[in-house]
C-alpha cells in the first residue's frame, strides 16, 4: 500500500470516530434536556375550614394579692417585735411596738383638753362661757386627739390584711429606717398577671375562666378568674395587662411560683393543614404551603398565618382557601408556579 493511500485511509477513519462522537454528544445533550423538563411529582392532600378552639397560653409568676409595708412614719426605737417570717397574721392584729416615751404625755395632754371642753360646754349652756371659747377649746381638742392618735398608730403597730409574713428587717431596739419593719402578704386569694396581645381586647371580660398549672404541682390544675383588665395598651409590646385571681383556700399557690395560664377565647372557623404542608422560608420567621391548581398543575408559594397547633395540623389564619389541595410531600424541588404531576395512588 502506498504512503498516500495509507493516509486517506487514517483520515477517513478518525472522520468516521468523530461523526459517532458528535452523535452520542447530541443523543446526551436530548437525554438531559428531557430530563431537567420532567415535572416534579408531588402529593397533595384536600383541606377544609372547620371550628377551631381559640386558645391562648402564657407564661407569668404568682404574686400576693396585696403587700403591706408594716413601718412608723417618724424614726423611732423598736420595742418589741410581736412576729416572725412565715407567722399568719389577721387584719388589725399588733405585729410591732415602738417606743412609747411620749405617749403617756400625750394621753395626759388629751384627757384634760377633753375635761376643759366639757367645762366650755357646760358654762355655755348656763350663760357663764361663750362660743367663741368652746370653739376655741375644741380646736386644742382635736389637735390633741389626732396628735395622741398618730402617735398610738406609730406605736402599735398592726396588719391591715390578713396575710402572712415575708419580711423582717429589724430587730428590738433597733431604730426604724428606709426600710420597712415587717413585710406582710396577702395570699388568699393570689393573683397572675398576664399581657396578651392587643388582637384579643375584646375577648378579653371580667369574670372569664382561667386554669393556671404549677411546675411545683405538675398534675394540678388551679381555677381562676380576671379580676383586673388595664384600659390601657402598651406602644411598645402592642399587649395589655389582665390580672387574674386564684382563690387558694389550701394555702398551696405562693407568690414567687413559676406559672402557665391557659384562656380560652371560644372559636373560629378556619382552615386547618397537615403540618407536613407547612414549609419554613430559610433565614426568617415566616411560613408558607404550596397550594395545588389542578387547572394549570401548577403550586402556588403562599405565605401563611399560622394558629393553634391540633395534634399533627395546623391551624391556617389567612393564606390557604377552603377546599385548597396543598403540597404534603416533594416540596424540597418545588417554585412559585412551577408545573407538577401528581403521586399516583393505586
Not at 104 to 126: F, G, M, S, W
Not at 153 to 182: C, K
Not at 191 to 217: C, P, Q, R
Amino acid at each position: 500500500m502506498s504512503y498516500k493511500n495509507f493516509h486517506i485511509i487514517a483520515l477517513s477513519a478518525a472522520m468516521l470516530s468523530l461523526s459517532a462522537c458528535g452523535s452520542s454528544d447530541q443523543n446526551t445533550t436530548e437525554a438531559d434536556s428531557t430530563r431537567v423538563e420532567e415535572a416534579p411529582i408531588v402529593d397533595v392532600e384536600q383541606v377544609s375550614s372547620r371550628m377551631v378552639p381559640q386558645i391562648g397560653e402564657y407564661t407569668a409568676s404568682i404574686e400576693a394579692f396585696k403587700t403591706n409595708n408594716i413601718t412608723s412614719s417618724t424614726p423611732n426605737r423598736i420595742k418589741k417585735i410581736l412576729v416572725d417570717v412565715g407567722s399568719k397574721v389577721a387584719r388589725g392584729q399588733r405585729v410591732a411596738i415602738l417606743d412609747d416615751v411620749n405617749i403617756d404625755q400625750l394621753k395626759v395632754r388629751l384627757d384634760n383638753t377633753e375635761r376643759e371642753y366639757q367645762r366650755a360646754l357646760k358654762l355655755l349652756e348656763i350663760g357663764g362661757g361663750t362660743q367663741q371659747t368652746v370653739d376655741q377649746v375644741k380646736t386644742e381638742l382635736d389637735a390633741a386627739r389626732r396628735q395622741y392618735n398618730n402617735m398610738v398608730e406609730n406605736t402599735i403597730l398592726t396588719s391591715p390584711i390578713s396575710g402572712v409574713v415575708t419580711a423582717r428587717n429589724y430587730d428590738p431596739g433597733d431604730m426604724t429606717g428606709a426600710l420597712p419593719i415587717l413585710v406582710i402578704e396577702q395570699v388568699q386569694p393570689v393573683k397572675v398577671i398576664l399581657n396578651i396581645s392587643e388582637s384579643e381586647f375584646s375577648k378579653v371580660h371580667n369574670g372569664m375562666k382561667a386554669e393556671i398549672t404549677l411546675d411545683t404541682y405538675p398534675d394540678e390544675k388551679f381555677a381562676g378568674n380576671v379580676s383586673l383588665i388595664h384600659p390601657t395598651i402598651d406602644p411598645a409590646t402592642r399587649t395589655f395587662t389582665v390580672e387574674i385571681t386564684i382563690p387558694n383556700a389550701t394555702n398551696k399557690v405562693l407568690p414567687g411560683m413559676f406559672a402557665r395560664v391557659t384562656m380560652s377565647f371560644g372559636e373560629e372557623m378556619h382552615v386547618v393543614v397537615p403540618d407536613r404542608a407547612v414549609v419554613k422560608q430559610t433565614g426568617s420567621g415566616n411560613k408558607y404551603v404550596y397550594v395545588y391548581n389542578p387547572s394549570t398543575k401548577t403550586v402556588s408559594y403562599n405565605k401563611v398565618t399560622l394558629g393553634q397547633r391540633i395534634d399533627n395540623s395546623y391551624e391556617i389564619i389567612d393564606g390557604v382557601p377552603d377546599g385548597a389541595s396543598v403540597v404534603i410531600s416533594g416540596q424540597s424541588k418545588l417554585g412559585d408556579g412551577m408545573k407538577v404531576e401528581l403521586l399516583s395512588r393505586k
